[in-house]
Nanobody, 119 residues
Framework: QVQLVESGGGLVQTGGSLRLSCAAS????????MGWFRQAPGKEREFVAD????????NYADSVKGRFTISRDNAKNMVSLQMNSLKPEDTAVYYC????????????WGQGTQVTVSS
């Protein structure tokens, strides 16, 4: 059974930083693309960032480019999202996601962790 467990969310002031982590189990981690998504109240879930199996290629939403960094540790089955220069509009529930190489869409999801950025 695949499990993705996020941690590291919390309350931070504008301009602050947070680091989210996601521990994966029940899957061949190094054969899965990993991603982060977020959902703000009243809005649809949106893509934040993803990373390929080796960690050599990353993609970011324009809204977070230059402020967020996704990384992975295949030895520890973990993916992280370093978030700097946080803004109130970054407030959302952040979800970790995984997909096997052969799929085009993410099919495994964590339960989410709340990030709140106060102004």
């Amino acid at each position: 059974q695949v499990q993705l467990v996020e941690s590291g969310g919390g309350l931070v002031q504008t301009g602050g930083s947070l680091r989210l982590s996601c521990a994966a189990s029940g899957l061949a981690f190094s054969s899965h693309y990993m991603g982060w998504f977020r959902q703000a109240p009243g809005k649809e879930r949106e893509f934040v960032a993803d990373i390929n199996t080796s960690g050599s290629t990353t993609n970011y939403a324009d809204s977070v480019k230059g402020r967020f960094t996704i990384s992975r540790d295949n030895a520890k089955n973990m993916v992280s999202l370093q978030m700097n220069s946080l803004k109130p509009e970054d407030t959302a529930v952040y979800y970790c996601a995984a997909r096997p190489i052969w799929r085009s869409s993410f099919n495994y999801w964590g339960q989410g962790t709340q990030v709140t950025v106060s102004s």
